[in-house]
């Protein structure tokens, strides 16, 4: 585990636009127990593409017309609880971090792994991310 004051300037970037920390099992419980609207779980993490291409690209996506309705996150190798219960929503998706989680109504509709993540531009990870929210977001999930 890397130290707290390390860890704190990664948290407190997606915190300062609107992300919900989720540091416990319970708190991923919590959260993922509203279905209602859109939901937004990004997995972060202290490696280079979370820092470069994952947490700019989620800040630039968020300025699109079309987006989630609430957001939050768990942080792989700190919370270990936490990051445990948010990857059992997508459980049959390989664990990775970073990667990011699109729910509506309660339903996963969009995943972005780490390998889509990295070797990419924070550009393209926003662009996936703002097609996401436009083509998944758009109507409720029948």
Avoid: W
């Amino acid at each position: 585990m890397y130290s707290p004051l390390l860890v704190q300037p990664m948290r407190d970037e997606l915190v300062s636009i609107g992300f919900q920390e989720l540091r416990t099992a319970e708190d991923v419980e919590a959260f993922m127990a509203d279905k209602s609207g859109s939901a937004l779980l990004m997995v972060n993490s202290v490696c280079g593409c979370a820092a470069g291409q994952a947490r700019p690209g989620v800040r630039a996506a968020l300025e699109a017309d079309v987006k989630p309705d609430r957001l939050a996150t768990v942080f792989a190798g700190q919370d270990v609880e936490a990051a445990a219960k948010a990857r059992s929503y997508f459980a049959d998706i390989p664990p990775s971090s970073p990667s990011i989680a699109l729910f509506n109504q309660g339903e996963l509709v969009y995943f972005l792994p780490r390998h889509r993540i990295e070797n990419r531009s924070a550009d393209e990870v926003a662009a996936d991310l703002t097609q996401a929210f436009a083509r998944d977001l758009a109507a409720p999930v029948s």
